[in-house]
């Protein structure tokens, strides 16, 4: 079992996932106004994150930060899905961490 993470650690890794994940843009999605009236192209959104439970379950978060109810665990296995594909962002954010923390000095302080 993966050691439990320390608050700073999660809120952090949160933050970071919640950074990222504000980054989607699809410029084919139109945006109208009120009345009907076209304002312009293209739209920025939240891309979902999908995690997965220690039952197996799969709870898709779309809000703009991980529930503290969502497990540690639960927190680690965080991908957003690209139909058949995902990208595991939660397990590459925290590697990053640990590259900064080994190479680079960083400290995460509680």
Known sequence: MPKKLSKSR???LVQLEGILGKECYNGSIQNYG????REA???SFR??????ETDGEKQKIRSFTIP?????????????????NQLDVMSG??????FLEEKHG?????
Do not use: H, M, Q, W
Request: charged residues 30%; aromatic residues 10%.
């Open 41 to 43: 192209e293209g739209r």
């Open 93 to 98: 954010i925290e590697r990053i961490l640990s």
């Open 68 to 84: 503290e109810n969502i497990s540690d665990e639960a927190v680690r296995s965080g991908y957003y899905a690209f139909g058949a």
């Open 47 to 52: 891309y979902p994150l999908t995690v997965r």
């Open 106 to 110: 960083l400290v995460i302080r509680d």
């Open 34 to 37: 009120p009345g009907g009236s």
């Open 10 to 12: 999660r809120k952090l």
